[in-house]
């Protein structure tokens, strides 16, 4: 007998048991070679979500800061059974807002961390609940109760899943990840990395109410120490974590991102690092850089020009950030710079 064809819209989205069998599906129908069950309580067709080519999980596989398929996948196929209050938060909120997290919450391998202001939320594998108990203090709403402009903890909708504002949810990771995992978060909540407005361009004096209002919960000295590292105008995870390597050997701070102009004005470019008191500029280099040709050939470009103004560019890849070779690139810029 040919099996049952699951209806649209089923097919194209995780859906709950029940919503199925109002479909007029069985139970011998759920338990097909062709259903996965992601979730207690939740059917969908093998592979949908995991495909990096799925309309709901865009993913490129060469840049690990694209939103992640696996995390976006996991969250959207617990949707179907989840009430309305509940809400995606701490680590998973920073993760679906395309803000950077530890691979194990990329990859899915870290379990959903989903927020309840009403009862005890949800319980099952691979979920882990919190309850909500008071607010943090972000962008004039305070840990009292509700503000002028809406309820004291906003549930705001990304690609349609509940999640909590990524301020919020950065300070209630303290607990979850390093500091230096909450300084590359608090550097993008800074800065643009996220497509999605609320989690971008956000102000030291946000998070650091959002801080001050969590005082005694678990994690917080850990968030509040990140604070004092973070800062804006960093445009990706790998900047954070050269700028970290430098200041914590004894370095200078460097400026980020700063526009520099030889002495004619002529524009030479934006390093990620630079000190112009002695004209010498660090770069972060990825895979991207070698793999676009037309950037290939900017960057290079780019580097002649400040040649030509007397700059010394120090360039840099991952491997160069830990070990010894990270090591070696202090004594080099150290050594430059003296």
Known sequence: ????????????????????????????????????????????????????????????????????????????????????????????????????????????????????????????????????????????????????????????????????????????????????????????????WSKHDVARERTIDELRRAVASARGRRGVGRVREALELARPGVESPKETELRLLLTRAGLPEPEINVRTYDQSGRYLGKPDLRYAWCKLAVEYEGDEHRRDPRRFRTDILRRERFADAGWRTVRCTDDDLRGRQADELVARVRCLLS
């Open 1 to 192: 007998m040919p099996r049952i064809v699951v209806p649209l819209p089923l097919a194209d989205r995780p859906f709950a048991v029940d919503e199925a069998r109002r479909a007029g599906l069985g139970v011998g129908r759920l338990r097909g070679a062709d259903l996965e069950a992601p979730h207690r309580g939740v059917r969908r067709l093998v592979g949908l979500g995991s495909d990096p080519h799925d309309p709901h999980d865009p993913h490129d596989p060469h840049d690990p800061y694209d939103p992640q398929s696996a995390l976006s996948a996991s969250a959207r196929a617990l949707l179907p059974v989840m009430l309305d209050d509940w809400r995606f938060s701490r680590v998973t909120a920073l993760g679906l807002w395309g803000l950077p997290v530890p691979w194990r919450v990329r990859d899915g391998r870290e379990p959903l961390h989903v927020s309840a202001t009403d009862g005890r939320g949800p319980r099952r594998p691979g979920v882990v609940t919190h309850r909500v108990r008071s607010s943090l203090d972000v962008q004039g709403v305070t840990s009292a109760g509700a503000a002028s402009t809406g309820p004291a903890r906003p549930r705001l909708l990304v690609d349609g899943l509940p999640i909590d504002d990524p301020v919020v949810a950065w300070v209630e990771s303290g607990s979850l990840v390093t500091v230096d995992d909450l300084v590359r978060a608090g550097d993008a909540l800074l800065g643009s």
